[in-house]
């Protein structure tokens, strides 16, 4: 299975940006689905994570701020970005964990988050 996100970019301080996350498959039993961003330096960070049966999961640093969802019966999962900051800036990478596991299963390639002041 592989994840591909789409809709990375460079913008301006308080602009909205939106990332796409698609499975290759959308036969496999994922139960959960998430964002996680990473910038030099430091370790990775889950940002949001929506679960089937379960309300979303944000990190503070960005709760009020994005929204993550996902497309019903599709393993396709959505992080629409709002009022953005410099401190988004980071590589963006999508997660998918199987309805058998407890952990992140896979991952994608990333996708760069750009936010210029």
């Known amino acids: 299975v592989q994840l591909v996100e789409s809709g990375g970019g460079m913008v301006q301080t308080g602009d909205s940006l939106s990332l796409t996350c698609a499975a290759s498959r959308d036969t496999i039993c994922i139960s959960a689905m998430g964002w996680a961003r990473q910038v030099p330096g430091k370790d990775r960070e889950l940002v949001a994570l929506i679960r089937t049966g379960a309300m979303p999961y944000y990190a503070d640093s960005v709760n009020g701020r994005f929204t993550i969802s996902r497309q019903n019966g599709k393993n396709t999962v959505y992080l629409e970005m709002n009022s953005l900051k410099p401190g988004d800036t980071a590589v963006y990478y999508c997660?998918?964990?199987?309805?058998?596991?407890?952990?992140?299963?896979?991952w994608g390639q990333g996708t760069q988050v750009t936010v210029s002041s």
């Open positions: 997660a998918a964990a199987l309805c058998t596991s407890s952990n992140w299963d896979y």
